[in-house]
């Protein structure tokens, strides 16, 4: 679950089980796939009796926005939050240029809101971004603003 939610890569096994390869930078997608929930389909596929060429599943490219979407409803959805070292690593090839901040809106945006109706941690020295336990019950509201 963790992998999940730190969009580390990982590969799922068995039928309905879903895989992940996240790949960051201008012009990369990642992949996530789901294998068929249809155990009968899925061990026939294993037993030679299928006729597709692999494994019966469902495909999804992710595109830089997606993944960048994800980073932010993930990790607002944890206490730690968003850390901005790991924002800029993955996404300087986005309009934000890495930025977390401009793309939180800290200046005059979203995330200045928040801070006015006390819905954020603050930390101070770890450059994170993070919603306190208030903020996150109003987490789908929130991610709205940054779709």
């Given at each position: 679950?963790?992998?999940y ?18 790949r960051?930078?201008a ?10 929930r249809?155990i ?15 494994v ?7 595109d ?8 932010l409803?993930?990790g607002?959805?944890?206490m ?7 924002y800029r ?12 901040g ?22 101070d ?7 306190n ?8 509201q ?6």
């Open positions: 679950n963790m992998a939610w730190n969009q580390n890569c990982y590969i799922g096994i068995g039928s309905g089980a879903t895989s992940s390869v996240y960051y930078g012009g990369q997608n990642g992949i996530r796939w789901t294998n068929t249809d009968k389909h899925y061990i026939d596929y294993w037993l030679g009796n299928a006729s597709e060429g692999s019966p599943r469902d495909v999804e490219i992710l830089q926005s997606t993944q960048e979407f994800e980073f409803m993930m607002l959805r944890t730690d939050g968003l850390s901005a070292d790991e690593k993955r996404f300087t090839d986005l309009a934000w240029k890495g930025n977390l401009d793309r939180l809106g800290t200046e005059n945006g979203p995330w200045k809101r928040l801070i006015e109706k006390n819905m954020v941690q603050i930390f020295s770890d450059n994170r971004y993070a919603l336990s208030e903020g996150i019950l109003f987490l789908n929130i991610l709205e603003e940054y779709l």
